[in-house]
């Protein structure tokens, strides 16, 4: 069925550590992956996606890598900073097996806090 | 607008009341969906509309709730009698079209409180 694992759930660094949040899914049929950032009240916000042609891609101090054959992909925040803290959600397409629908099922997110 | 707009931001309603939540997609954005998101939880999906195709109602929960989308643009969900479990954020996105790997943006959500 459609499955999105995210793990951790929460996590805590010191401003200027790394923080890594990883993801599995289950539709081998996927080709999208996309990373939301979700501040307090706010809707979710695209921070960087993935399309399954590339291994990696970086913008700045994110990055997201993809391992298809695993069905694993991972967010990576380097140089954390506390206006990083936030709960981000990973994402995958579902639906692309012959459905109509290319709707996105999402991970349980991880809170992530960064220390001052 | 420059954005998916939602409204209400807020709403409080009784128990056992209807209750109307509006989203505006992005002017030219065909595919429309709509997101259940329960405090601390992840994103539930709800329904989907695709330009004139027949929805997607999968994730609807029960049959009080409903959605339609007027004239391809506008979407009004709908939720009958609530119940104290429909409290949650209710968030709506549109994409271009549709398509693998089209950017979904979402609104900022329709808080919704059942007392």
């Known amino acids: ?116 | 607008g420059a954005g998916v707009s939602q409204s209400p931001s807020n709403k409080v309603t009784e128990k056992g009341k209807d209750v109307e939540l509006r989203c505006d997609p992005i002017s030219g954005h065909t595919a429309l969906y709509w997101y259940r998101q329960s405090l601390g939880q992840g994103l539930e999906f709800l329904i989907y509309f695709q330009g004139n195709s027949a929805p997607d109602k999968s994730g609807l929960p029960s049959d009080r709730f409903s959605a339609e989308r007027t004239g391809g643009s506008v979407s009004t969900l709908t939720i009958q009698r609530t119940q104290q479990e429909d409290s949650a954020v209710y968030l709506c996105a549109s994409s271009p079209h549709r398509g693998s790997g089209n950017t979904i943006y979402f609104g900022e959500g329709s808080w919704l409180t059942v007392v």
């Open chain 1, 1 to 116: 069925g459609e499955n999105v694992e995210q793990h951790p759930s929460t996590l805590s660094v010191q401003e200027g550590d790394s923080a890594v949040i990883k993801c599995t899914y289950s539709d081998s049929a996927s080709n999208y992956f996309p990373w939301y950032k979700q501040e307090l009240g706010k809707g979710p916000q695209l921070i960087i996606d993935i399309r399954s042609n590339v291994g990696e891609k970086k913008d700045q101090r994110i990055a997201v890598t993809l391992n298809k054959t695993a069905k694993h992909f991972s967010l990576h925040i380097t140089e954390t900073q506390p206006e990083d803290s936030a709960v981000y959600f990973c994402a995958a397409i579902w639906g692309l097996g012959g459905g109509a629908t290319n709707k996105l099922i999402f991970g349980t997110g991880t809170l992530l806090a960064v220390q001052p």
